[in-house]
């Protein structure tokens, strides 16, 4: 015997072994390629031990209503606005990020401020409305969202920040019939990026 033949004879063996299934997993196995027909068909799911029921545990303060199809965390800001049936246009409208700059920013970069929206402490929105008189606006702003309504538009805006909605302000410029509103934006991290 040569010592091909017997590197080839037990590299044969060896696979054997790994293919092989030990007589205790043998059970199991069979039970897992042969489903019953209440058990349905097999999915990537059932690869793996079972999976053990989480128990769901309530808040005990909170109280469960079995009415509610959702908890009210659940729906976004600005929801109560959204009326798809409603048959007034969306009017076009621009975001455009604000920083205020001076020459230590520009030239000598004393305030590390960036071109970058991180340094941007204002958001205007530029709002176009053909048609449209001041008086006829009504505008509502939240932390996420603004909500425009006028005769023959509305829009319901969820914003890229949150703003401070007590600060801002808003200007409609009649000859370009052009509302823009400009507003303070909240982030948590305002002290690293401005001193």
Same mark, same amino acid.
């Given at each position: 015997?040569?010592?091909?033949?017997?590197?080839?004879?037990?590299?044969?063996?060896?696979?054997?072994?790994?293919?092989? /299934?030990?007589?205790?997993? #043998?059970?199991?196995?069979?039970?897992?390629?042969?489903?019953?027909?209440?058990?349905?068909?097999?999915? $990537?799911?059932?690869?793996?031990?079972?999976?053990? #029921? #989480?128990?769901?545990?309530?808040?005990?303060?909170?109280?469960?209503? !079995?009415?509610?199809?959702?908890? $009210?965390?659940?729906?976004?800001?600005?929801?109560?606005?959204?009326?798809?049936?409603?048959? !007034?246009?969306? $009017?076009?409208?621009?975001?455009?990020?604000?920083?205020?700059?001076?020459?230590?920013?520009?030239?000598?970069?004393?305030?590390? =401020?960036?071109?970058?929206?991180?340094?941007? #402490?204002?958001?205007?929105?530029?709002? =176009?409305?053909?048609?449209?008189?001041?008086?006829?606006?009504?505008?509502?702003?939240?932390?996420?969202?603004?909500?425009?309504?006028?005769?023959?538009?509305?829009?319901?805006?969820?914003?890229?920040?949150?703003?401070?909605?007590?600060?801002?302000?808003?200007?409609? /410029?009649?000859?370009?019939?052009?509302?823009?509103?400009?507003?303070?934006?909240? !982030?948590?991290?305002?002290?690293?990026?401005?001193?």
């Amino acid at each position: 015997m040569d010592l091909e033949s017997m590197t080839s004879a037990s590299a044969l063996q060896a696979l054997s072994k790994l293919l092989s /299934i030990p007589e205790e997993e #043998e059970d199991g196995l069979e039970q897992v390629l042969d489903p019953s027909p209440a058990v349905g068909a097999l999915s $990537p799911g059932n690869i793996g031990p079972a999976k053990k #029921e #989480e128990s769901k545990v309530n808040p005990p303060n909170k109280t469960e209503n !079995r009415k509610d199809i959702w908890d $009210p965390e659940e729906v976004p800001e600005g929801s109560e606005f959204d009326d798809m049936w409603d048959p !007034r246009g969306q $009017p076009e409208y621009d975001i455009i990020f604000k920083q205020q700059v001076g020459a230590e920013d520009v030239f000598l970069g004393m305030t590390r =401020k960036d071109p970058s929206t991180a340094c941007c #402490e204002d958001l205007l929105i530029k709002i =176009k409305l053909p048609g449209t008189k001041s008086s006829d606006i009504t505008l509502d702003i939240r932390e996420k969202v603004l909500d425009l309504r006028t005769p023959k538009h509305k829009l319901l805006l969820h914003l890229p920040h949150p703003v401070d909605s007590k600060t801002g302000k808003a200007s409609f /410029i009649t000859e370009k019939e052009i509302l823009e509103v400009t507003l303070t934006m909240k !982030r948590e991290f305002d002290f690293i990026n401005f001193f």
